[in-house]
Protein backbone atom coordinates (compact mmCIF):
# COMPACT_ATOMS: atom_id res chain seq x y z
CA UNK A 1 0.00 0.00 0.00
CA UNK A 2 1.14 3.90 -0.88
CA UNK A 3 1.42 6.29 1.89
CA UNK A 4 -1.72 8.55 1.43
CA UNK A 5 -2.15 11.86 3.48
CA UNK A 6 -4.40 11.18 6.89
CA UNK A 7 -7.67 14.27 7.41
CA UNK A 8 -7.39 14.61 10.92
CA UNK A 9 -10.30 16.72 10.61
CA UNK A 10 -13.07 15.17 9.09
CA UNK A 11 -14.30 11.89 8.58
CA UNK A 12 -14.52 10.85 11.83
CA UNK A 13 -17.79 8.93 13.06
CA UNK A 14 -19.18 8.33 16.84
CA UNK A 15 -17.58 5.11 18.73
CA UNK A 16 -20.43 3.26 18.60
CA UNK A 17 -22.06 2.10 21.74
CA UNK A 18 -19.05 4.21 24.15
CA UNK A 19 -18.96 7.70 25.44
CA UNK A 20 -20.43 10.61 23.22
CA UNK A 21 -17.40 12.66 22.37
CA UNK A 22 -15.23 10.18 20.94
CA UNK A 23 -15.10 9.63 17.56
CA UNK A 24 -12.97 7.12 15.43
CA UNK A 25 -11.65 7.39 11.75
CA UNK A 26 -10.84 3.45 10.86
CA UNK A 27 -7.73 3.00 8.59
CA UNK A 28 -7.47 -1.12 8.82
CA UNK A 29 -10.45 -3.52 10.51
CA UNK A 30 -10.37 -7.61 10.75
CA UNK A 31 -10.62 -7.55 14.35
CA UNK A 32 -12.82 -10.46 14.86
CA UNK A 33 -13.59 -10.86 18.72
CA UNK A 34 -15.78 -13.73 19.09
CA UNK A 35 -12.54 -15.56 16.90
CA UNK A 36 -9.82 -13.86 18.85
CA UNK A 37 -8.06 -12.39 16.16
CA UNK A 38 -6.77 -9.81 13.42
CA UNK A 39 -5.94 -5.99 13.79
CA UNK A 40 -7.63 -2.82 13.63
CA UNK A 41 -5.85 0.56 13.34
CA UNK A 42 -7.96 3.78 14.04
CA UNK A 43 -7.52 7.53 14.64
CA UNK A 44 -9.43 8.43 17.48
CA UNK A 45 -10.43 11.92 18.51
CA UNK A 46 -11.80 12.92 22.05
CA UNK A 47 -13.51 15.61 22.42
CA UNK A 48 -12.81 18.27 25.44
CA UNK A 49 -14.40 17.11 28.24
CA UNK A 50 -14.58 13.75 27.45
CA UNK A 51 -14.84 11.36 30.74
CA UNK A 52 -15.03 7.51 30.62
CA UNK A 53 -17.26 6.30 33.24
CA UNK A 54 -14.52 3.24 34.51
CA UNK A 55 -11.01 1.44 34.23
CA UNK A 56 -11.04 -1.44 31.78
CA UNK A 57 -9.23 -4.18 29.90
CA UNK A 58 -8.79 -5.31 26.47
CA UNK A 59 -8.10 -8.92 25.17
CA UNK A 60 -6.17 -7.95 22.89
CA UNK A 61 -2.83 -6.14 22.57
CA UNK A 62 -3.60 -2.34 22.31
CA UNK A 63 -1.05 0.60 21.42
CA UNK A 64 -1.29 4.06 21.54
CA UNK A 65 0.05 7.63 20.35
CA UNK A 66 -1.25 10.72 21.70
CA UNK A 67 -0.86 12.96 18.36
CA UNK A 68 -2.31 16.09 19.56
CA UNK A 69 -3.54 17.14 22.70
CA UNK A 70 -3.37 15.80 26.33
CA UNK A 71 -5.92 13.43 28.54
CA UNK A 72 -5.81 12.27 32.09
CA UNK A 73 -5.45 8.51 32.60
CA UNK A 74 -5.58 6.13 35.88
CA UNK A 75 -4.15 3.03 36.20
CA UNK A 76 -4.80 0.96 39.16
CA UNK A 77 -0.99 0.59 39.87
CA UNK A 78 -0.23 4.32 39.41
CA UNK A 79 -3.18 6.58 39.74
CA UNK A 80 -3.39 9.58 37.31
CA UNK A 81 -1.22 10.62 35.05
CA UNK A 82 -1.50 13.59 32.81
CA UNK A 83 -0.65 12.10 29.30
CA UNK A 84 0.72 14.96 26.36
CA UNK A 85 1.53 14.72 23.30
CA UNK A 86 3.72 13.47 21.95
CA UNK A 87 3.19 10.51 23.97
CA UNK A 88 3.30 6.68 23.60
CA UNK A 89 2.22 3.32 25.42
CA UNK A 90 2.25 -0.63 24.58
CA UNK A 91 -0.40 -2.74 26.20
CA UNK A 92 -0.39 -6.31 26.76
CA UNK A 93 -3.97 -8.13 26.62
CA UNK A 94 -5.40 -7.81 30.27
CA UNK A 95 -3.62 -4.52 31.44
CA UNK A 96 -6.33 -2.61 33.19
CA UNK A 97 -6.50 1.10 32.44
CA UNK A 98 -8.74 4.37 33.06
CA UNK A 99 -11.13 5.72 32.97
CA UNK A 100 -9.79 8.49 30.91
CA UNK A 101 -11.12 12.57 30.53
CA UNK A 102 -9.64 15.28 28.88
CA UNK A 103 -9.85 18.76 29.42
CA UNK A 104 -8.56 20.20 26.02
CA UNK A 105 -9.31 17.21 23.88
CA UNK A 106 -6.57 14.73 21.93
CA UNK A 107 -6.26 12.99 19.12
CA UNK A 108 -5.00 9.87 19.50
CA UNK A 109 -3.47 6.81 16.57
CA UNK A 110 -4.12 3.18 18.09
CA UNK A 111 -2.91 -0.16 16.69
CA UNK A 112 -4.91 -3.25 17.77
CA UNK A 113 -4.17 -6.84 17.17
CA UNK A 114 -4.62 -10.23 18.66
CA UNK A 115 -1.47 -12.86 19.58
CA UNK A 116 -1.24 -15.66 16.68
CA UNK A 117 -3.21 -18.57 17.62
CA UNK A 118 -0.07 -20.88 15.98
Not at 16 to 26: L, R, W, Y
Amino acid sequence: MLFENLDLESGFTPVKGKVAGIDEKILVNDLDHEAGQGKRTRLLRLAPGVQTPEAHDHPYWEELYVISGSMIEGTPDTGENRIVAPSYACRKPGFFHGPIRTDEGCTLIEFNWYDDKD
